[in-house]
């Protein structure tokens, strides 16, 4: 079974600076994939970045990156040089071998601050 | 990225009727989607995963005559909430892809904000 653990019910941050979203995992698959979905207030989901659990390179996509550490089982998000419509619901997820749907983090509310 | 189309965005219904959503891929051919529930302020949860030609595949604590699930084409997955009741007011967001491999990214489409009154 998988697990998501998302600690950052909300988290603030100035405009312009950078900030790190959390989350940690638990899975007994050999390979897995990790994903970071944005929810604005809209509803839909946006995808953000991937990173698979045998990738040598932290993912990079624009201004947000991953930052992860497998022996932590952790998959935290960085978003660089926020700006004010950054502010979202952002959700971690995971998919693992032989599973086609996603499990999710109960999700960290981003704000930035102008 | 794909794109998925929902529809309606938003549906308000008394209760006891039924209502229908539809799921759309426009630009690629799904032979699975999958459906969520979100309520206020808490995460997606799957209720269950939509199998083109066959029969749906819902998730422990699904009722799966009341949340009808038809995909009857590789574009296209439908949803019936029949019977509904003012517990079943929720957001219900679909998704297509990501299911060749663990790595394949999953697409959502807009979602639809259902009220029963």
């Known amino acids: 079974a998988q697990k998501i653990t998302q600690t950052q019910p909300g988290m603030f941050v100035q405009e312009k600076e950078a900030v790190t979203l959390d989350c940690t995992y638990d899975t007994s698959d050999p390979s897995y994939g990790l994903f970071w979905y944005k929810q604005p207030s809209s509803g839909e989901m946006i995808f953000l970045i991937y990173?698979?659990?045998?990738?040598?390179q932290n993912a990079t996509e624009g201004r947000y990156s991953l930052n992860f550490q497998k022996a932590r089982k952790s998959a935290n998000l960085v978003i660089s040089a926020s700006q004010l419509g950054d502010s979202a619901m952002y959700f971690c997820?995971?998919?693992?071998?032989?599973?086609?749907?996603?499990?999710f983090g109960t999700g960290t509310r981003l704000t930035v601050i102008p | 990225g794909a794109v998925v189309s929902q529809h309606p965005s938003w549906v308000i219904c008394k209760s006891g009727t039924s209502v229908k959503i539809e799921c759309r891929s426009l630009d690629f051919q799904a032979t699975t989607m999958f459906w969520y529930r979100q309520f206020p302020k808490q995460s997606l949860m799957l209720m269950a995963t939509?199998?083109?030609?066959?029969?749906?595949?819902?998730e422990q604590g699904v009722e799966k005559d009341k949340f009808l699930i038809n995909h009857a084409s590789l574009t296209l997955s439908t949803l019936t909430v029949t019977s509904a009741h003012p517990e079943d007011s929720s957001f219900y967001i679909c998704s297509s892809g990501g299911a060749a491999s663990s790595t394949d990214t999953q697409y959502f489409g807009p979602g639809t904000r259902l009220t029963v009154l």
């Open positions: 997820a995971m998919r693992g071998t032989g599973a086609n749907n996603l499990f």
């Open positions: 939509s199998n083109e030609g066959s029969k749906a595949t819902y």
């Open positions: 990173q698979g659990s045998y990738d040598q």
